[in-house]
C-alpha cells in the first residue's frame, strides 16, 4: 500500500486538493487550540489547516511523499507540523495526550479497524474530542473515491460500537457533494462522526 499512496502522492498536483475537509473546517474551529493528531494524513491539507488555527499538530502516514507534500504545503502557509512517517500499527505517542484526534478518510481493514480505533482513542485526553469523515459501505456502488473493499468502509453501528466507552457521540450518516481534488469528487455516501471521550 505504501508504493501505493507514494505513487499518488507523487503528482506535483495534490491529490485531494489543498484545502481542508469541510466538515472539519466547520467543526475544529469551535474548539480551543491544543494539541491535535491526524492519523493517515496524507499531503497535508487537514494538518495545515489546523496549525493555521494555532494548534500543536502531529500527524503520521505510511507514505514519504505524504510527507513531503504536506511539508511543502506547511511552508506554503507559514507554520509547522510534526509529521512522522509510520502506520497504524507501529505509531507509539502518549496516552491522554491529545485534545483532539482528527481522522478524514482514515480507512483500513475491517479486521484491523476496532483496534486500530481503541490504540488512537488512547490518545485522546479525557473530554477530547474526535472528529471523523468517511465513506459509508454504500459508497461501494459509486465512482466518486475510496476503497473499492467493502470490508474498508464504514458503518454507523460499527464506529459507534468501537468509540462505544466516550462520554458523548453523534454520528450521521448522509451523501454529499464531494470537491477535494482528482480523487473525492462527485456525489458520495459518507459517515460524519464528533464524540468527546
Known amino acids: 500500500m505504501n508504493s501505493f499512496w507514494n505513487e499518488r502522492y507523487s503528482a506535483t498536483e495534490y491529490a485531494y486538493g489543498e484545502a481542508p475537509n469541510e466538515f472539519l473546517k466547520e467543526q475544529l474551529p469551535q474548539l480551543q487550540p491544543g494539541k491535535v493528531l491526524f492519523p493517515a494524513e496524507g499531503e497535508g491539507r487537514n494538518a495545515v489547516f489546523a496549525a493555521t488555527l494555532g494548534w500543536q499538530v ?10 513531503r507534500k504536506a511539508l511543502l504545503l506547511a511552508d506554503k502557509h507559514n507554520v509547522s507540523i510534526n509529521y512522522q512517517v509510520t502506520d497504524y500499527k507501529n505509531a507509539d505517542f502518549e496516552k491522554e495526550y491529545f485534545d483532539c484526534i482528527c481522522l478524514t478518510y482514515a480507512h483500513m481493514p475491517e479486521n484491523m479497524r476496532n483496534q486500530v480505533h481503541q490504540k488512537l482513542a488512547s490518545y485522546l485526553k ?8 468517511g465513506f459509508s459501505k454504500e459508497q461501494i456502488n459509486k465512482n466518486t473515491g ?3 473493499d467493502i470490508g474498508f468502509l464504514f458503518d454507523e453501528k460499527e464506529l459507534e460500537n468501537d468509540f462505544k466507552n466516550f462520554s458523548s457521540l453523534t454520528t450521521l450518516k448522509t451523501d454529499i457533494e464531494l470537491d477535494e481534488g482528482l ?5 458520495a455516501s459518507i459517515i460524519r462522526l464528533k464524540g468527546v471521550k
Open 58 to 67: 502531529t500527524a503520521f502516514d505510511p507514505s514519504s511523499e505524504g510527507k
Open 126 to 133: 479525557p473530554g477530547g474530542t474526535l472528529i471523523l469523515e
Open 146 to 148: 475510496g476503497p473499492k
Open 183 to 187: 480523487y473525492h469528487r462527485g456525489i
